[in-house]
Protein backbone atom coordinates (compact mmCIF):
# COMPACT_ATOMS: atom_id res chain seq x y z
CA UNK A 1 0.00 0.00 0.00
CA UNK A 2 1.04 3.28 -0.91
CA UNK A 3 2.19 5.49 1.93
CA UNK A 4 -0.65 8.02 2.38
CA UNK A 5 0.32 11.86 3.92
CA UNK A 6 -1.77 14.66 4.49
CA UNK A 7 -0.48 17.56 2.54
CA UNK A 8 -1.33 20.92 5.01
CA UNK A 9 -1.63 22.91 1.75
CA UNK A 10 -1.04 26.55 2.03
CA UNK A 11 -4.79 26.79 1.23
CA UNK A 12 -5.86 25.51 4.08
CA UNK A 13 -3.19 27.50 6.49
CA UNK A 14 -5.18 30.07 4.51
CA UNK A 15 -8.63 29.16 5.28
CA UNK A 16 -7.67 28.79 9.13
CA UNK A 17 -6.18 32.20 8.76
CA UNK A 18 -9.31 34.11 7.84
CA UNK A 19 -10.88 31.46 10.62
CA UNK A 20 -8.82 33.10 13.06
CA UNK A 21 -8.74 37.28 11.52
CA UNK A 22 -12.76 37.14 11.64
CA UNK A 23 -12.00 35.81 15.48
CA UNK A 24 -9.97 38.32 16.22
CA UNK A 25 -12.02 41.25 14.51
CA UNK A 26 -14.97 39.99 16.33
CA UNK A 27 -13.47 39.74 19.40
CA UNK A 28 -12.54 43.08 18.80
CA UNK A 29 -15.44 44.37 18.24
CA UNK A 30 -17.15 41.95 21.34
CA UNK A 31 -14.77 43.84 23.83
CA UNK A 32 -15.35 47.25 22.50
CA UNK A 33 -19.12 46.90 22.88
CA UNK A 34 -18.48 45.29 26.21
CA UNK A 35 -16.14 47.52 27.72
CA UNK A 36 -18.45 50.70 26.90
CA UNK A 37 -21.48 49.24 27.91
CA UNK A 38 -19.77 48.50 31.78
CA UNK A 39 -18.07 51.66 31.52
CA UNK A 40 -19.78 53.20 34.38
CA UNK A 41 -18.77 50.05 36.55
CA UNK A 42 -16.47 52.21 39.11
CA UNK A 43 -19.74 53.93 40.32
CA UNK A 44 -20.77 50.87 42.35
CA UNK A 45 -23.01 51.03 45.74
CA UNK A 46 -26.43 51.27 44.13
CA UNK A 47 -28.03 48.14 43.06
CA UNK A 48 -31.11 48.75 41.59
CA UNK A 49 -34.31 46.50 41.47
CA UNK A 50 -34.95 46.15 37.84
CA UNK A 51 -31.41 44.94 36.72
CA UNK A 52 -32.27 41.92 36.11
CA UNK A 53 -35.04 43.09 33.51
CA UNK A 54 -32.47 45.15 30.79
CA UNK A 55 -29.73 42.57 31.31
CA UNK A 56 -27.82 42.26 27.95
CA UNK A 57 -28.46 38.94 26.29
CA UNK A 58 -27.34 38.88 22.99
CA UNK A 59 -25.32 40.95 20.59
CA UNK A 60 -28.54 42.84 19.28
CA UNK A 61 -28.92 44.10 23.18
CA UNK A 62 -25.72 45.47 23.51
CA UNK A 63 -26.50 48.45 22.85
CA UNK A 64 -29.12 49.64 24.43
CA UNK A 65 -27.87 48.29 27.80
CA UNK A 66 -26.42 49.81 30.38
CA UNK A 67 -27.03 47.57 33.38
CA UNK A 68 -23.60 46.10 34.16
CA UNK A 69 -22.38 48.68 35.88
CA UNK A 70 -23.25 47.02 38.96
CA UNK A 71 -21.18 44.06 38.43
CA UNK A 72 -18.65 44.32 41.62
CA UNK A 73 -22.31 43.51 43.68
CA UNK A 74 -23.73 41.01 41.59
CA UNK A 75 -22.09 38.02 40.86
CA UNK A 76 -22.43 37.74 45.02
CA UNK A 77 -26.04 38.18 44.21
CA UNK A 78 -26.36 34.23 44.84
CA UNK A 79 -28.14 33.85 48.38
CA UNK A 80 -25.46 31.89 49.81
CA UNK A 81 -22.99 34.28 48.58
CA UNK A 82 -24.23 37.28 50.98
CA UNK A 83 -22.19 37.12 52.98
CA UNK A 84 -19.08 38.02 50.99
CA UNK A 85 -21.31 40.73 49.21
CA UNK A 86 -19.09 43.85 50.64
CA UNK A 87 -16.10 41.74 51.30
CA UNK A 88 -15.73 41.28 47.45
CA UNK A 89 -15.92 44.82 47.19
CA UNK A 90 -13.55 45.90 49.62
CA UNK A 91 -10.81 43.23 48.54
CA UNK A 92 -11.27 45.39 45.06
CA UNK A 93 -10.08 41.65 44.11
CA UNK A 94 -12.62 41.97 41.03
CA UNK A 95 -12.48 42.97 37.88
CA UNK A 96 -14.64 44.84 35.11
CA UNK A 97 -17.61 42.85 33.53
CA UNK A 98 -15.77 42.65 30.15
CA UNK A 99 -12.34 41.28 31.72
CA UNK A 100 -14.49 39.24 33.64
CA UNK A 101 -16.58 38.11 30.45
CA UNK A 102 -13.08 36.96 28.29
CA UNK A 103 -11.91 34.94 31.42
CA UNK A 104 -15.22 33.07 31.29
CA UNK A 105 -14.52 32.37 27.78
CA UNK A 106 -10.83 31.44 27.84
CA UNK A 107 -11.88 29.22 30.19
CA UNK A 108 -15.04 28.06 28.17
CA UNK A 109 -12.93 27.16 24.95
CA UNK A 110 -10.13 26.28 27.13
CA UNK A 111 -12.35 23.90 28.78
CA UNK A 112 -13.64 22.53 25.11
CA UNK A 113 -11.05 21.84 22.90
CA UNK A 114 -8.30 20.69 26.05
CA UNK A 115 -11.69 18.17 26.16
CA UNK A 116 -11.63 17.30 22.50
CA UNK A 117 -7.63 16.93 22.91
CA UNK A 118 -7.93 14.40 25.50
CA UNK A 119 -10.65 12.34 24.31
CA UNK A 120 -8.72 12.23 20.93
CA UNK A 121 -6.65 10.24 23.12
CA UNK A 122 -9.13 8.18 24.98
CA UNK A 123 -10.74 7.44 21.87
CA UNK A 124 -7.35 5.54 20.34
CA UNK A 125 -6.83 3.71 23.77
CA UNK A 126 -10.31 2.28 24.19
CA UNK A 127 -9.93 0.87 20.06
CA UNK A 128 -6.85 -0.87 21.25
CA UNK A 129 -8.33 -2.09 24.24
CA UNK A 130 -11.01 -3.50 22.84
CA UNK A 131 -8.88 -4.43 19.59
CA UNK A 132 -11.43 -3.06 17.50
CA UNK A 133 -10.71 -3.53 13.96
CA UNK A 134 -13.44 -0.92 12.22
CA UNK A 135 -11.51 1.74 13.18
CA UNK A 136 -7.72 1.25 12.60
CA UNK A 137 -7.75 3.13 9.12
CA UNK A 138 -8.93 6.62 11.34
CA UNK A 139 -6.78 6.37 14.13
CA UNK A 140 -4.10 8.94 13.28
CA UNK A 141 -6.90 11.12 13.49
CA UNK A 142 -7.53 11.54 17.13
CA UNK A 143 -4.39 11.15 17.61
CA UNK A 144 -3.57 14.60 15.62
CA UNK A 145 -5.99 16.06 17.77
CA UNK A 146 -3.99 15.41 20.83
CA UNK A 147 -1.21 17.72 19.99
CA UNK A 148 -2.97 20.21 21.49
CA UNK A 149 -2.60 18.90 25.12
CA UNK A 150 0.54 20.50 25.84
CA UNK A 151 -0.79 23.75 24.49
CA UNK A 152 -4.41 23.24 26.18
CA UNK A 153 -2.18 22.41 29.34
CA UNK A 154 0.02 25.37 29.41
CA UNK A 155 -3.43 27.67 28.97
CA UNK A 156 -4.72 26.10 31.65
CA UNK A 157 -2.47 26.93 33.80
CA UNK A 158 -2.11 30.67 32.12
CA UNK A 159 -5.53 31.17 32.25
CA UNK A 160 -5.86 29.79 36.07
CA UNK A 161 -2.96 31.84 36.68
CA UNK A 162 -4.25 35.36 35.26
CA UNK A 163 -8.24 34.58 35.66
CA UNK A 164 -7.94 32.58 38.64
CA UNK A 165 -9.83 34.85 41.17
CA UNK A 166 -12.61 35.76 38.33
CA UNK A 167 -13.62 32.19 37.44
CA UNK A 168 -12.97 30.60 40.64
CA UNK A 169 -14.72 31.97 43.81
CA UNK A 170 -13.01 29.83 46.43
CA UNK A 171 -9.78 31.36 45.09
CA UNK A 172 -10.24 34.02 47.49
CA UNK A 173 -8.29 34.29 50.73
CA UNK A 174 -11.03 36.04 52.36
CA UNK A 175 -13.36 33.15 52.52
CA UNK A 176 -11.09 31.44 54.56
CA UNK A 177 -10.85 34.13 57.21
CA UNK A 178 -12.67 32.76 60.34
CA UNK A 179 -14.82 35.15 62.51
CA UNK A 180 -15.12 37.30 59.58
CA UNK A 181 -18.20 38.35 57.60
CA UNK A 182 -16.89 37.02 54.39
CA UNK A 183 -16.09 33.93 55.87
CA UNK A 184 -17.32 31.11 53.90
CA UNK A 185 -18.19 27.70 56.58
CA UNK A 186 -19.29 25.89 53.27
CA UNK A 187 -16.05 27.02 51.24
CA UNK A 188 -14.00 26.48 53.93
CA UNK A 189 -14.57 23.17 54.18
CA UNK A 190 -13.75 22.05 51.12
CA UNK A 191 -10.73 23.34 51.54
CA UNK A 192 -8.51 20.04 51.70
CA UNK A 193 -9.26 19.54 48.84
CA UNK A 194 -10.30 22.71 46.85
CA UNK A 195 -6.93 24.97 47.54
CA UNK A 196 -4.46 26.58 44.84
CA UNK A 197 -1.10 24.82 45.38
CA UNK A 198 -3.59 21.64 45.13
CA UNK A 199 -5.08 22.75 42.59
CA UNK A 200 -2.11 23.43 40.37
CA UNK A 201 -0.65 20.10 41.82
CA UNK A 202 -3.23 18.32 40.11
CA UNK A 203 -3.52 20.40 36.97
CA UNK A 204 0.34 19.66 35.90
CA UNK A 205 -0.21 16.19 37.48
CA UNK A 206 -2.89 15.71 34.61
CA UNK A 207 -1.57 17.46 31.87
CA UNK A 208 2.01 15.71 32.40
CA UNK A 209 0.50 12.31 32.57
CA UNK A 210 -1.86 12.70 29.84
CA UNK A 211 0.61 14.08 27.70
CA UNK A 212 3.35 11.69 28.34
CA UNK A 213 0.75 8.26 27.77
CA UNK A 214 -0.26 10.27 24.28
CA UNK A 215 3.36 10.47 23.43
CA UNK A 216 4.03 6.96 24.21
CA UNK A 217 0.90 5.90 22.29
CA UNK A 218 1.92 7.75 19.41
CA UNK A 219 5.51 6.46 19.47
CA UNK A 220 4.70 2.91 19.40
CA UNK A 221 2.18 3.45 16.49
CA UNK A 222 4.24 5.06 14.53
CA UNK A 223 7.34 2.92 15.16
CA UNK A 224 4.55 0.13 14.25
CA UNK A 225 4.40 1.91 10.80
CA UNK A 226 8.52 1.93 9.98
CA UNK A 227 8.34 -2.05 11.33
CA UNK A 228 5.46 -3.89 11.91
CA UNK A 229 4.58 -7.03 13.58
CA UNK A 230 2.38 -8.18 16.35
CA UNK A 231 4.37 -6.67 19.40
CA UNK A 232 3.84 -3.21 19.21
CA UNK A 233 -0.52 -3.92 18.79
CA UNK A 234 0.25 -5.62 22.23
CA UNK A 235 2.66 -3.29 23.88
CA UNK A 236 -0.23 0.13 22.46
CA UNK A 237 -3.11 -1.85 24.06
CA UNK A 238 -0.78 -2.45 27.64
CA UNK A 239 -0.16 1.22 27.14
CA UNK A 240 -4.13 1.71 26.21
CA UNK A 241 -5.37 -0.17 29.28
CA UNK A 242 -3.10 2.17 31.52
CA UNK A 243 -3.95 5.22 30.42
CA UNK A 244 -7.93 4.40 30.43
CA UNK A 245 -7.68 3.79 34.24
CA UNK A 246 -5.94 7.24 34.58
CA UNK A 247 -8.71 8.98 32.90
CA UNK A 248 -11.04 7.24 34.40
CA UNK A 249 -10.11 8.51 37.14
CA UNK A 250 -8.40 11.88 36.42
CA UNK A 251 -11.41 12.59 33.81
CA UNK A 252 -13.72 13.14 36.55
CA UNK A 253 -11.41 14.89 39.17
CA UNK A 254 -10.23 17.16 36.01
CA UNK A 255 -13.90 17.98 35.74
CA UNK A 256 -15.01 18.90 39.10
CA UNK A 257 -11.36 20.55 39.46
CA UNK A 258 -11.99 22.36 36.58
CA UNK A 259 -16.03 23.06 35.97
CA UNK A 260 -17.46 22.24 38.85
CA UNK A 261 -15.74 24.24 41.28
CA UNK A 262 -17.05 27.44 39.58
CA UNK A 263 -20.16 26.40 41.47
CA UNK A 264 -18.37 25.78 44.87
CA UNK A 265 -21.61 25.46 46.86
CA UNK A 266 -23.06 23.20 44.54
CA UNK A 267 -22.24 19.57 43.77
CA UNK A 268 -23.55 16.84 41.59
CA UNK A 269 -22.39 13.35 41.83
CA UNK A 270 -22.83 12.61 38.19
CA UNK A 271 -21.06 16.02 37.33
CA UNK A 272 -17.63 14.07 35.73
CA UNK A 273 -19.70 11.69 33.74
CA UNK A 274 -21.41 14.71 32.14
CA UNK A 275 -18.71 16.59 31.49
CA UNK A 276 -16.89 12.94 30.30
CA UNK A 277 -19.77 12.65 28.03
CA UNK A 278 -19.54 16.17 26.43
CA UNK A 279 -16.41 15.87 25.25
CA UNK A 280 -16.90 12.45 24.42
CA UNK A 281 -19.72 13.66 22.17
CA UNK A 282 -17.70 16.32 20.91
CA UNK A 283 -14.88 14.23 20.02
CA UNK A 284 -16.94 12.01 18.20
CA UNK A 285 -18.43 14.21 16.28
CA UNK A 286 -14.54 16.19 15.41
CA UNK A 287 -13.47 12.96 14.48
CA UNK A 288 -16.07 12.42 12.10
CA UNK A 289 -16.35 15.60 10.54
CA UNK A 290 -12.58 15.76 9.87
CA UNK A 291 -12.94 12.45 8.49
CA UNK A 292 -15.80 12.88 6.19
CA UNK A 293 -13.16 16.08 4.60
CA UNK A 294 -10.69 14.57 4.42
CA UNK A 295 -12.23 11.78 2.31
CA UNK A 296 -13.80 14.38 0.35
CA UNK A 297 -10.63 16.14 -0.37
CA UNK A 298 -9.28 12.44 -1.68
CA UNK A 299 -7.63 11.02 1.38
CA UNK A 300 -8.21 8.30 3.64
CA UNK A 301 -9.77 6.27 0.26
CA UNK A 302 -9.42 2.84 3.11
CA UNK A 303 -12.06 4.80 4.86
CA UNK A 304 -14.86 2.79 3.98
CA UNK A 305 -18.61 4.07 4.30
CA UNK A 306 -19.42 1.35 6.72
CA UNK A 307 -16.10 3.20 8.79
CA UNK A 308 -18.36 6.63 8.52
CA UNK A 309 -22.02 5.04 9.43
CA UNK A 310 -20.51 3.24 12.69
CA UNK A 311 -18.85 7.21 13.42
CA UNK A 312 -22.59 8.17 12.71
CA UNK A 313 -23.72 5.67 15.22
CA UNK A 314 -20.90 6.50 17.93
CA UNK A 315 -22.14 10.18 17.63
CA UNK A 316 -25.67 9.20 17.46
CA UNK A 317 -25.59 6.70 20.66
CA UNK A 318 -23.14 8.79 22.68
CA UNK A 319 -25.57 12.21 22.11
CA UNK A 320 -28.80 10.22 23.60
CA UNK A 321 -25.92 8.79 26.23
CA UNK A 322 -25.01 12.34 26.99
CA UNK A 323 -29.04 13.32 27.32
CA UNK A 324 -29.07 10.38 29.52
CA UNK A 325 -26.33 11.50 31.70
CA UNK A 326 -28.05 15.06 31.57
CA UNK A 327 -31.65 14.25 32.05
CA UNK A 328 -30.60 11.92 35.11
CA UNK A 329 -28.25 14.88 36.56
CA UNK A 330 -31.94 17.23 36.42
CA UNK A 331 -34.36 14.66 37.32
CA UNK A 332 -32.50 13.52 40.56
CA UNK A 333 -32.22 17.23 41.58
CA UNK A 334 -35.80 18.32 39.77
CA UNK A 335 -37.65 15.60 42.46
CA UNK A 336 -35.27 15.74 45.72
CA UNK A 337 -35.94 19.52 45.44
CA UNK A 338 -33.47 20.36 47.56
CA UNK A 339 -32.48 24.09 47.78
CA UNK A 340 -28.79 23.86 48.02
CA UNK A 341 -28.63 21.64 44.64
CA UNK A 342 -31.74 23.11 42.88
CA UNK A 343 -29.58 26.20 43.15
CA UNK A 344 -28.21 25.30 39.87
CA UNK A 345 -30.75 24.98 37.67
CA UNK A 346 -32.44 27.98 38.85
CA UNK A 347 -29.71 30.07 38.22
CA UNK A 348 -30.10 28.59 34.97
CA UNK A 349 -33.37 28.37 34.01
CA UNK A 350 -34.63 31.60 35.96
CA UNK A 351 -32.37 34.42 34.10
CA UNK A 352 -34.05 35.04 30.67
CA UNK A 353 -30.83 34.72 28.69
CA UNK A 354 -29.58 31.22 29.81
CA UNK A 355 -32.63 29.52 29.52
CA UNK A 356 -33.10 30.55 25.92
CA UNK A 357 -29.19 28.80 25.99
CA UNK A 358 -30.91 26.07 28.26
CA UNK A 359 -33.10 24.64 26.03
CA UNK A 360 -30.77 25.47 22.62
CA UNK A 361 -28.61 23.17 24.53
CA UNK A 362 -31.26 20.13 24.65
CA UNK A 363 -32.63 20.81 21.26
CA UNK A 364 -28.50 21.07 19.59
CA UNK A 365 -27.09 18.23 21.39
CA UNK A 366 -30.33 15.78 21.50
CA UNK A 367 -33.32 16.60 19.56
CA UNK A 368 -31.56 17.48 16.21
CA UNK A 369 -29.25 14.32 16.35
CA UNK A 370 -31.73 12.15 18.03
CA UNK A 371 -34.01 13.37 14.85
CA UNK A 372 -31.68 12.97 11.91
CA UNK A 373 -29.48 10.74 13.03
CA UNK A 374 -32.68 7.80 13.56
CA UNK A 375 -32.88 6.51 9.68
CA UNK A 376 -29.66 4.21 8.47
CA UNK A 377 -29.43 6.53 5.50
CA UNK A 378 -28.22 10.05 6.69
CA UNK A 379 -25.73 7.91 8.99
CA UNK A 380 -24.09 7.01 5.77
CA UNK A 381 -23.97 10.26 3.65
CA UNK A 382 -21.73 12.54 3.97
CA UNK A 383 -23.73 15.69 3.87
CA UNK A 384 -25.97 14.72 6.92
CA UNK A 385 -22.70 13.50 8.82
CA UNK A 386 -21.29 16.76 8.17
CA UNK A 387 -24.62 19.02 9.13
CA UNK A 388 -25.18 17.00 12.52
CA UNK A 389 -21.22 16.51 13.49
CA UNK A 390 -20.96 20.29 12.86
CA UNK A 391 -24.48 21.42 14.95
CA UNK A 392 -23.38 18.91 17.76
CA UNK A 393 -20.15 20.65 18.17
CA UNK A 394 -22.08 23.86 18.67
CA UNK A 395 -24.03 22.38 20.54
CA UNK A 396 -21.82 20.86 22.89
CA UNK A 397 -19.64 24.75 22.75
CA UNK A 398 -22.94 25.87 24.16
CA UNK A 399 -23.22 23.27 26.56
CA UNK A 400 -19.79 24.17 28.33
CA UNK A 401 -20.88 27.83 27.81
CA UNK A 402 -23.73 27.30 30.63
CA UNK A 403 -22.15 24.94 32.64
CA UNK A 404 -19.39 27.55 33.32
CA UNK A 405 -21.07 31.22 32.43
CA UNK A 406 -23.22 31.40 35.23
CA UNK A 407 -20.93 30.36 37.66
CA UNK A 408 -18.52 33.28 36.82
CA UNK A 409 -20.69 35.87 35.32
CA UNK A 410 -23.68 35.87 37.32
CA UNK A 411 -26.84 37.27 35.76
CA UNK A 412 -24.42 39.21 33.40
CA UNK A 413 -23.63 36.62 31.21
CA UNK A 414 -24.30 37.42 27.46
CA UNK A 415 -23.86 36.04 24.27
CA UNK A 416 -21.89 38.19 21.23
CA UNK A 417 -19.62 38.58 19.14
CA UNK A 418 -17.29 38.68 21.80
CA UNK A 419 -18.13 34.70 22.59
CA UNK A 420 -18.36 34.11 18.23
CA UNK A 421 -14.85 35.77 18.50
CA UNK A 422 -13.09 34.16 20.76
CA UNK A 423 -14.72 30.37 20.05
CA UNK A 424 -13.28 31.34 16.42
CA UNK A 425 -9.75 32.01 17.78
CA UNK A 426 -9.86 28.74 19.57
CA UNK A 427 -11.29 26.47 17.01
CA UNK A 428 -8.72 27.48 14.23
CA UNK A 429 -5.81 27.32 16.57
CA UNK A 430 -6.70 24.01 17.54
CA UNK A 431 -7.46 23.22 13.94
CA UNK A 432 -4.05 24.50 12.41
CA UNK A 433 -2.18 21.97 15.69
CA UNK A 434 -4.32 19.18 14.95
CA UNK A 435 -3.46 19.46 10.86
CA UNK A 436 -0.18 20.50 11.22
CA UNK A 437 0.88 17.76 13.32
CA UNK A 438 -1.90 15.42 11.10
CA UNK A 439 0.66 16.45 8.23
CA UNK A 440 3.90 15.06 9.85
CA UNK A 441 2.71 11.24 10.32
CA UNK A 442 1.38 8.53 7.94
CA UNK A 443 -2.23 8.88 7.24
CA UNK A 444 -2.80 5.10 7.83
CA UNK A 445 -1.64 3.10 9.99
CA UNK A 446 -0.53 0.31 7.36
CA UNK A 447 0.72 -1.73 9.22
CA UNK A 448 -2.00 -1.64 12.21
CA UNK A 449 -2.34 -5.62 12.37
CA UNK A 450 -6.35 -4.67 11.78
CA UNK A 451 -6.34 -2.54 9.21
CA UNK A 452 -7.44 -5.49 6.68
CA UNK A 453 -10.50 -5.64 8.70
CA UNK A 454 -11.05 -1.95 8.55
CA UNK A 455 -10.82 -2.00 4.67
CA UNK A 456 -13.01 -4.52 4.59
CA UNK A 457 -15.50 -3.23 7.16
CA UNK A 458 -18.93 -3.42 6.23
CA UNK A 459 -22.86 -2.70 8.03
CA UNK A 460 -26.23 -2.86 7.02
CA UNK B 1 -49.55 -17.46 1.00
CA UNK B 2 -50.98 -20.81 2.30
CA UNK B 3 -53.55 -21.64 -0.80
CA UNK B 4 -53.35 -24.59 -2.18
CA UNK B 5 -52.38 -25.61 -5.62
CA UNK B 6 -48.81 -22.88 -5.45
CA UNK B 7 -46.61 -25.15 -7.27
CA UNK B 8 -42.76 -24.85 -6.23
CA UNK B 9 -39.87 -25.42 -8.06
CA UNK B 10 -37.09 -26.60 -5.23
CA UNK B 11 -33.53 -26.85 -6.54
CA UNK B 12 -31.27 -28.76 -3.21
CA UNK B 13 -27.71 -27.11 -3.29
CA UNK B 14 -24.75 -28.69 -1.38
CA UNK B 15 -22.64 -25.46 -0.96
CA UNK B 16 -22.84 -22.31 -0.06
CA UNK B 17 -20.78 -21.00 -3.02
CA UNK B 18 -22.70 -23.13 -5.40
CA UNK B 19 -25.82 -21.83 -4.01
CA UNK B 20 -24.83 -18.14 -4.49
CA UNK B 21 -23.67 -18.44 -7.73
CA UNK B 22 -26.54 -20.40 -9.04
CA UNK B 23 -28.62 -17.31 -7.28
CA UNK B 24 -26.99 -15.03 -9.75
CA UNK B 25 -26.64 -17.07 -12.57
CA UNK B 26 -30.88 -18.15 -12.16
CA UNK B 27 -31.91 -14.61 -11.23
CA UNK B 28 -29.41 -13.49 -14.40
CA UNK B 29 -32.12 -15.72 -16.39
CA UNK B 30 -35.23 -13.53 -15.28
CA UNK B 31 -36.06 -15.94 -13.18
CA UNK B 32 -37.80 -14.83 -9.88
CA UNK B 33 -36.84 -16.57 -6.68
CA UNK B 34 -39.25 -16.77 -3.96
CA UNK B 35 -36.95 -17.82 -1.57
CA UNK B 36 -33.87 -19.55 -0.10
CA UNK B 37 -33.33 -21.56 2.89
CA UNK B 38 -30.20 -22.14 4.51
CA UNK B 39 -29.04 -24.38 7.47
CA UNK B 40 -26.60 -21.46 8.83
CA UNK B 41 -26.40 -17.42 7.65
CA UNK B 42 -24.88 -17.12 4.36
CA UNK B 43 -22.69 -13.92 3.83
CA UNK B 44 -23.67 -11.62 0.87
CA UNK B 45 -26.63 -14.27 -0.09
CA UNK B 46 -29.01 -11.40 0.68
CA UNK B 47 -27.74 -9.12 -1.38
CA UNK B 48 -27.41 -11.65 -4.50
CA UNK B 49 -31.02 -11.99 -3.90
CA UNK B 50 -31.57 -8.16 -4.22
CA UNK B 51 -33.11 -8.08 -1.14
CA UNK B 52 -34.16 -4.48 -0.07
CA UNK B 53 -33.25 -3.66 3.65
CA UNK B 54 -36.23 -4.54 6.09
CA UNK B 55 -38.49 -1.78 6.88
CA UNK B 56 -39.21 -3.04 10.45
CA UNK B 57 -37.09 -0.32 11.65
CA UNK B 58 -40.17 2.46 10.58
CA UNK B 59 -42.84 -0.09 12.34
CA UNK B 60 -40.54 0.39 15.19
CA UNK B 61 -40.80 3.86 15.50
CA UNK B 62 -44.31 4.38 15.05
CA UNK B 63 -44.27 1.80 17.65
CA UNK B 64 -42.39 3.96 19.51
CA UNK B 65 -44.09 7.19 18.84
CA UNK B 66 -47.29 5.17 20.17
CA UNK B 67 -45.88 4.57 23.53
CA UNK B 68 -44.30 7.86 24.07
CA UNK B 69 -47.93 9.03 23.33
CA UNK B 70 -49.93 6.69 25.27
CA UNK B 71 -47.80 7.22 28.66
CA UNK B 72 -48.07 10.70 28.72
CA UNK B 73 -51.59 10.87 28.08
CA UNK B 74 -52.14 7.82 30.67
CA UNK B 75 -50.11 9.85 33.55
CA UNK B 76 -51.11 13.24 32.46
CA UNK B 77 -55.14 11.72 33.09
CA UNK B 78 -54.10 9.53 36.44
CA UNK B 79 -51.79 12.39 38.05
CA UNK B 80 -53.51 15.47 36.48
CA UNK B 81 -57.45 14.99 35.40
CA UNK B 82 -58.52 11.17 37.40
CA UNK B 83 -57.14 11.61 41.00
CA UNK B 84 -54.84 14.69 41.47
CA UNK B 85 -52.01 14.30 44.17
CA UNK B 86 -49.44 16.68 45.17
CA UNK B 87 -46.24 14.62 44.96
CA UNK B 88 -43.02 15.82 46.33
CA UNK B 89 -44.47 19.64 46.14
CA UNK B 90 -44.51 19.25 42.41
CA UNK B 91 -47.49 20.08 39.94
CA UNK B 92 -50.09 17.54 39.32
CA UNK B 93 -48.74 17.18 35.76
CA UNK B 94 -45.12 17.44 36.41
CA UNK B 95 -43.71 16.52 33.20
CA UNK B 96 -39.68 15.77 33.98
CA UNK B 97 -40.67 13.42 36.36
CA UNK B 98 -42.96 11.57 33.58
CA UNK B 99 -39.93 11.04 31.31
CA UNK B 100 -38.51 7.69 32.67
CA UNK B 101 -41.51 6.33 32.41
CA UNK B 102 -42.42 7.36 29.25
CA UNK B 103 -39.24 5.95 28.36
CA UNK B 104 -39.93 2.35 29.52
CA UNK B 105 -42.98 2.76 27.69
CA UNK B 106 -41.75 3.82 24.62
CA UNK B 107 -39.02 1.14 24.69
CA UNK B 108 -41.26 -1.30 25.38
CA UNK B 109 -43.67 -0.89 23.10
CA UNK B 110 -41.55 -0.39 20.36
CA UNK B 111 -40.10 -3.81 20.88
CA UNK B 112 -43.59 -5.74 21.61
CA UNK B 113 -44.86 -3.78 18.84
CA UNK B 114 -41.39 -4.82 16.27
CA UNK B 115 -41.98 -8.59 17.67
CA UNK B 116 -45.48 -8.44 16.50
CA UNK B 117 -44.69 -6.83 13.70
CA UNK B 118 -42.17 -9.55 12.34
CA UNK B 119 -44.01 -12.38 13.56
CA UNK B 120 -47.26 -11.19 11.00
CA UNK B 121 -45.00 -10.76 7.92
CA UNK B 122 -43.00 -13.64 8.94
CA UNK B 123 -46.27 -15.83 9.02
CA UNK B 124 -45.27 -17.60 12.02
CA UNK B 125 -48.66 -17.58 14.16
CA UNK B 126 -49.70 -20.04 16.59
CA UNK B 127 -51.00 -23.43 15.65
CA UNK B 128 -49.65 -22.24 11.95
CA UNK B 129 -47.79 -24.48 9.62
CA UNK B 130 -44.24 -23.47 8.26
CA UNK B 131 -43.66 -24.03 4.90
CA UNK B 132 -41.21 -26.70 4.82
CA UNK B 133 -40.13 -26.64 1.07
CA UNK B 134 -36.80 -29.51 2.04
CA UNK B 135 -36.45 -31.00 5.57
CA UNK B 136 -33.25 -30.81 4.85
CA UNK B 137 -32.37 -27.09 4.87
CA UNK B 138 -32.25 -27.42 8.80
CA UNK B 139 -29.53 -30.53 8.56
CA UNK B 140 -26.87 -29.28 5.99
CA UNK B 141 -28.09 -28.50 2.53
CA UNK B 142 -29.04 -25.26 1.25
CA UNK B 143 -32.54 -25.10 -0.56
CA UNK B 144 -33.62 -22.60 -3.06
CA UNK B 145 -37.46 -22.48 -3.96
CA UNK B 146 -38.69 -20.95 -6.99
CA UNK B 147 -42.79 -19.86 -7.43
CA UNK B 148 -43.74 -21.15 -10.71
CA UNK B 149 -46.93 -19.15 -10.75
CA UNK B 150 -44.27 -16.43 -10.80
CA UNK B 151 -42.14 -16.99 -13.96
CA UNK B 152 -43.30 -17.53 -17.46
CA UNK B 153 -40.67 -20.55 -17.55
CA UNK B 154 -42.30 -23.83 -17.34
CA UNK B 155 -40.76 -27.08 -14.76
CA UNK B 156 -39.03 -28.30 -17.35
CA UNK B 157 -37.09 -25.21 -18.09
CA UNK B 158 -36.93 -24.52 -15.02
CA UNK B 159 -35.25 -27.70 -13.77
CA UNK B 160 -32.76 -28.01 -16.08
CA UNK B 161 -31.63 -24.36 -15.26
CA UNK B 162 -31.43 -25.28 -12.02
CA UNK B 163 -29.07 -28.28 -12.41
CA UNK B 164 -27.09 -25.99 -14.75
CA UNK B 165 -26.32 -24.13 -11.86
CA UNK B 166 -25.19 -26.91 -10.05
CA UNK B 167 -28.22 -28.21 -7.80
CA UNK B 168 -27.69 -31.35 -6.64
CA UNK B 169 -31.61 -32.47 -6.85
CA UNK B 170 -34.69 -30.40 -7.90
CA UNK B 171 -38.05 -31.63 -6.70
CA UNK B 172 -41.50 -30.37 -7.19
CA UNK B 173 -43.27 -28.82 -3.95
CA UNK B 174 -47.36 -28.05 -3.71
CA UNK B 175 -48.47 -26.40 -0.90
Redesign the interface.
Known amino acids: MAEEQFQFTSKAKKTISIIAIVGVVLLGLGIFFTASDSGHSEQSGHQTEDTMDNLPVVADDLEDAHATEDIDQKHFGEPEHGEGEHAGAEHGEEHASWLKRIYANLWINNMYFVGLALLGVFFVAIQYVSQAGWSASLIRIPMSFSSWLPIGGALTLLIFLLGGHDIFHWTHDYLYVEGTDAYDEIIAGKRGYLNTPFFIGRMIVYFAVWYLMFRFIRKKSLEEDLKGGQDYFFRLRALSAIFIVFFAVTSSTAAWDWILSIDTHWFSTMFGWYVFASWWVTALAAITLVTVILKENGYLKIVTTGVLHDLGKFVFAFSIFWTYIW?SQ??LI????MPEETIYFIERLSSDHYSKVFFVNLILNFFFPFLVF???DSKRHTVFLKIVTIIVLIGHWFDFYLMITPGVMKEDGGFGFLEIGMALIFGAAFLFVALRSLSKIPLVAKNHPMIEEAKHHHV? | MMESGKKFIVGIFDDESILLSAVKKIRGNDVKIDECYTPYPVHGLDEELGYK?SRI?IAA?IFGLIGTSLAFLMMIYMMGIDWPMII???DHIAI??F??VAFEVTVLLAALGMVATFFIISNLKPYGKPKTYDIRSTDDKHVMAIDLAKNSKNTQELSTLLMESGASEVNEKNF
Not at chain 1, 334 to 337: A, L, T, V
Open positions: FFMYYSNMPRF | RSFGGKPSIP
